[in-house]
Nanobody, 126 residues
Framework: QAQLVESGGGAVQAGGSLRLSCAASGHTFSNYAMGWFRQSPGKEREFVATIRWNTGNTYYADSVKGRFTISRDNAKNTVYLQMNSLKPEDTAVYYC???????????????????WGQGTQVTVSS
């Protein structure tokens, strides 16, 4: 059983930056990829970014490409989401997730992930 704990959320003005962290514990050796999703009030949860644990290959949603960077520290079993040039529309609860099965495709769908964190709030004011 793996556990994911997010941190780093908060309130920031538009144009600012935040870095989210997701620390994984438990059966981390079986994780193939990690991902970040977000959910705004009244909206469905949406994909933000993903990284393959062994190769470091990354993939981003178009809405964050060029502004957000996902990275991982294998030694610490931690994944990061560096968010720059934040916009009010980035306001959401951000969740990290762990995929425990192999896929040849990008891990962009919720159903590809098995473990989820509790979420961390990011609020961007204009």
């Amino acid at each position: 059983q793996a556990q994911l704990v997010e941190s780093g959320g908060g309130a920031v003005q538009a144009g600012g930056s935040l870095r989210l962290s997701c620390a994984a514990s438990g059966h981390t050796f079986s994780n193939y990829a990690m991902g970040w999703f977000r959910q705004s009030p009244g909206k469905e949860r949406e994909f933000v970014a993903t990284i393959r644990w062994n190769t470091g290959n990354t993939y981003y949603a178009d809405s964050v490409k060029g502004r957000f960077t996902i990275s991982r520290d294998n030694a610490k079993n931690t994944v990061y989401l560096q968010m720059n040039s934040l916009k009010p529309e980035d306001t959401a609860v951000y969740y990290c997730a762990a995929a425990t099965s192999y896929s040849p495709f990008y891990y962009t769908r919720e159903r590809q992930y098995f473990y989820w964190g509790q979420g961390t709030q990011v609020t961007v004011s204009s």
